[in-house]
């Protein structure tokens, strides 16, 4: 019985589309794949091997992604079985579904496109770590004024600031590799769900399709879609901070800011507006990161509360969505990682404001207890007096004024204006901070360098991967050719 026209049109055809454009490949290597291991272990002849492979060869991938969907099968799978079973023949193409069901097809090409997007999306965060360290560079005693509660709190440097974000994103890399890892199993050989009699071998698949190995319960190969979750989580994680990361750099690309400046060829003007320079380059980060975090939200919405088996709710119409979600999650991170070096930083704006609003007046109480020997909470009310003192008689900071409060308090200090002058310097404020993780110059720049050696390691992890995929793809047309 033929499917109905609105069958066909709401769901088929568009599953049939979201098909070619994501599985077509990663579907043939599967092909190959088991039709070596079946001929390897005997369940398949020879002589019919080679008929499968002749009409495998024989399927243009191309020409396959531009075929259109006439209804007269299911979907791509039957549609490729046909095209195997019209080229081998029905006794030889019949046997290539020995021992698997498109349920374990379709999860483990499911994973072999989002192994691809996961380590598209780590190489992308190590792309913007190197380009966010060779920002923060030059800038390791660029003093700026840190916020929290959105107020200006103390003085950092623009290194340490971007030294922070550097390291959210080495750990984004480490939740994306161990996704990674989770993924990187072979559901190949659960078949429908409860496996088979046949004396397959599924670490030989493994193998050739570049899994480090197989998955475990049958069962749950089949029925599991905590894989894609963990995955989605990873790359949600990475989205958050990078959104929260963009944010910033529009505030600071206000003329109210006037931080930094992006170049021309990252702006977008005014139809109507001759002097407008739009920061759109960070606008569309931010929007595109916002997107494909709703993507990614919507996956666990797709399958939550969803029986735990073999259900269309984690197949044909939740992928596109995975694959949406990547890819625009891509697109954001790649696109900061090339617009965050080629911003233009004002140097004397950031001093400016990193000597404005008291925020290093942290450093005078620590100076107090340091060189005093008060109390912090103690120093902390004299600081506090002689703040608002100052800021009531809209004079400039005077060491007498600030003995006099002390003196009040019980407390006999004696700092010149010259010593006082350099203890709320920005420069001293930061250059004193020389806690692990803190901005004082030299921290940093041990901080950074081991931020760049960390990258290149991590870089050199994902590189790995990409060769261990290649070389299985290697193996498999090495094995198929010499059938």
């Known amino acids: 019985m033929p499917f109905s026209p609105d069958y066909v049109r709401l769901v088929l055809n568009e599953n ?9 490949r990663p579907l043939l290597a599967i092909h190959y794949a088991h039709l070596i291991m079946l001929h390897e272990q005997g369940l398949v002849s020879t002589g019919d091997a080679r008929a499968i492979r002749g009409a495998l060869d024989a399927i243009d991938a191309d020409a396959l992604g531009r075929a259109a969907y006439d ?32 349920n374990d097809v379709d999860m483990t090409l499911y994973r072999m496109r989002l192994r691809e997007w996961l380590l598209d999306l780590a190489d992308a965060a190590i792309a913007l770590r190197k380009a966010l360290l060779t920002l923060a560079q030059p800038h390791v005693a660029t003093v700026m004024p840190a916020h929290t509660h959105t107020q200006p709190a103390q003085a950092t440097t623009l290194a340490h600031y971007l030294l922070a974000v550097v390291e959210q994103l080495e750990r984004d890399g480490r939740r994306l590799t161990a996704a990674y890892d989770t ?34 319960n049958t069962y749950g190969s089949i029925a599991s879609i905590d894989y894609v979750i963990e995955s989605t989580a990873a790359a949600s994680v990475l989205l958050v901070g990078l959104g929260r ?49 709703g993507q990614l939200a919507a996956v666990a919405q797709v399958v939550h509360n969803t029986p735990f088996g073999d259900i269309v709710d984690t197949e044909d ?16 991170v790649e696109l900061v990682a090339v617009t965050t070096p080629r911003v233009t930083v004002d140097v004397g704006m950031l001093r ?7 925020i290093t007046v942290t450093e005078l109480a620590d100076a107090l207890v340091r060189d005093h020997g008060l109390p912090f909470g103690d120093a902390h009310r004299i600081v506090s007096r002689y703040v608002q003192a100052v800021r009531d008689a809209g004079a400039t900071p005077d060491a007498r ?3 006099h409060i002390a003196r009040e308090l019980g407390h006999a200090i004696a700092i010149s204006d010259a010593e006082l002058t350099e203890i709320l310097s920005p420069v001293r404020f930061v250059g004193v901070r020389r806690t692990l993780g803190g901005p ?8 950074l360098a081991a931020s760049r050696d960390l990258a290149e390691r991590d870089e050199a992890v994902v590189r790995g991967s990409r060769q261990a995929l290649a070389e299985a793809e290697r193996q498999r047309r090495d094995a198929a050719a010499t059938l």
């Open 440 to 447: 004082a110059p030299d921290v940093v720049t041990t901080a």
């Open 183 to 216: 993924v990187n199993r072979n559901p190949l050989g659960a078949c429908a769900i409860t496996g088979t009699g046949f004396p397959i071998d599924r670490h030989r698949t493994s193998e050739l399709l570049g899994f480090a190995g197989p998955t475990g």
């Open 401 to 403: 004024l600030l003995a």
């Open 71 to 102: 209804g007269t099968c299911e979907d791509l799978f039957f549609y490729v079985n046909r095209l195997i079973v019209g080229g081998a023949g029905e006794a030889a193409g019949g046997r290539l579904h020995t021992a698997r069901s498109r």
């Open 317 to 332: 119409d939740l992928q596109p969505l995975v694959a949406g979600a990547f890819r625009d999650a891509l697109r954001a």
């Open 352 to 358: 400016e404001r990193a000597g404005q609003g008291w």
């Open 245 to 293: 990361f963009v944010q910033d750099l529009l505030l600071w690309s206000t003329a109210e800011f006037g931080y930094l400046r992006l170049p021309d060829e990252f702006v977008q003007i005014s139809s109507i507006m001759p002097q407008k320079r739009n920061p759109v380059a960070f606008e569309h980060a931010r929007a595109l990161s916002s997107k494909a975090l």
């Open 16 to 24: 049939f589309e979201d098909a070619k454009a994501l599985f077509i």
